[in-house]
């Protein structure tokens, strides 16, 4: 299940803002006793939060004056002994917090135009997982209960919430283009994959220079093209990569009339449990054309068991891997984020196809290959 919530994880955000009218924290804090610290954390250029500034409660109050932010960014406030933090945009403006002992994540945050718009894009993202925990709720009773129709309708309510989500975050963006929080909405529209990477490209490219000057929009930027890169009518971007024989070999090089390019790794079950399938398709076609590369995930310092998993399921196409996990270069490089992940070539090199299983694998094959 796609998580709704995932900008609340990305640790990602940094901006250009020209309205300069001083940086500046203050804020109430009921119920937290005096000298506890609160502490200002933003991303930096490692994807991290770091802390930049701490102050103290006083009188049920703190106040902070930071140095002016000429790029905003993803920030968050902590406080000591507390667990979870508040979310917000550093903006050179007065910013202004109402904590709750109990529950951070039920603060109040004001001021500033970006922390605006993003305490309504918040809003909308904790109603619409609340909405999708509640139908998952009811799906797993559903299924107890064998009761097949109210599972169909459920799974309608899922897609009429998602949907919705959608329509919401492009107009956000719409209303919004010369907003941080537009770049965060894209972000989730590409993570979810509720468009097309070509129709969050062109959103991309209509935001303002100045908007897209950040490091995670410019890190967005890179995702997008590459998923235009792999998109399907799109030339398969070349690679090479060592063999188990610790050579080189180039897709190029393993191309066929027909290629499948195949993200696996020996740890991947799903992988294993396709691999069969894929091996049945490949002896019935190779000596017609068909050629497939296998591109491992698997761990440093893991090659025997990759090894092992390509005798153990006769896996007798091209191998390779650069044993670097989900940090695989050729991976990046195709975008992929889930294992098993295939692509389809035609003869001149074209992806014709993506993720196909089974069956439906088999038939794009034998289309390709002009058989009956």
């Known amino acids: ?6 900008i609340f994880t990305l640790a990602l955000l940094s901006f250009s803002c020209q309205d300069d009218k001083g940086y500046a924290i203050t804020g109430s804090a009921e119920n937290i006793k005096d000298g506890t ?12 939060p770091q802390r930049v500034d701490t102050t103290e409660v ?7 004056d930071l140095e002016d932010n000429d790029n905003p960014k993803l920030s968050f406030l902590e406080v000591e002994g507390q667990n979870g933090n508040v979310i917000f945009i550093s903006e050179n403006k007065e910013i202004n917090f109402e904590l709750f002992k109990d529950s951070l994540r ?10 605006k718009v993003l305490e ?6 904790k109603a619409v997982n609340k909405k999708m925990t509640e139908v998952r709720t009811e799906v797993k009773a559903a ?3 064998q009761d097949t129709a109210k599972i169909n309708k459920l799974r309608k309510t899922e897609e009429e919430i998602l949907d919705n989500d959608k ?7 719409k209303e919004n283009k010369d907003s941080f929080v537009a770049i965060m909405a894209l972000t989730d529209l590409l993570r979810m994959k509720s468009l097309p990477s070509s129709e969050i490209r062109k959103m991309y490219e209509s935001l303002p220079e100045n908007v897209k000057q950040n490091a995670i929009a410019r890190d967005l930027g890179k995702q997008l093209e590459n998923a235009s890169a792999t998109e399907i009518g799109a030339k398969a971007p070349g690679f090479t990569a060592p063999t188990p024989e610790g050579e080189e070999l180039s897709l190029k090089d393993a191309m066929g009339k027909v290629t499948v390019i195949d993200f696996w790794a ?16 490949y002896n019935k076609y190779h000596d017609k054309g068909l050629n497939i590369i296998g591109v491992s995930l698997d761990r440093p310092g893991q090659k025997e068991r990759w090894l092992k998993a390509i005798e153990d399921d006769g896996l007798e196409w091209h191998h390779v891997s650069n044993l670097q996990f989900w940090n695989d270069p050729v991976a990046q490089k195709y975008g992929v984020k889930a294992i098993p992940a295939t692509f389809i070539l035609d003869e001149e090199g074209t992806i014709v196809a993506r993720n196909l299983r089974g069956d439906d694998l088999e038939e794009k094959i034998k289309e390709l290959l002009g058989e009956e």
């Not at 610290?37 to 991290?48: C, D, T």
């Not at 006083?58 to 902070?64: C, V």
């Not at 020996?266 to 398709?281: F, L, S, Y």
């Open 58 to 64: 006083k009188d049920g109050q703190f106040e902070l």
């Open 120 to 125: 309504k894009y918040l809003d909308h993202l």
């Open 106 to 115: 039920a603060s109040r945050v004001t001021g500033g135009k970006e922390n």
């Open 143 to 145: 299924f107890q209960n």
């Open 167 to 173: 329509v919401f975050k492009q107009k956000l963006v």
């Open 266 to 281: 020996a740890w991947c079950k799903p992988c294993r449990v396709e691999n069969p399938k894929v091996v049945k398709i």
């Open 1 to 6: 299940m796609r998580k709704i919530l995932a």
């Open 37 to 48: 610290k609160i502490f200002v954390s933003e991303i930096s250029n490692s994807n991290r």
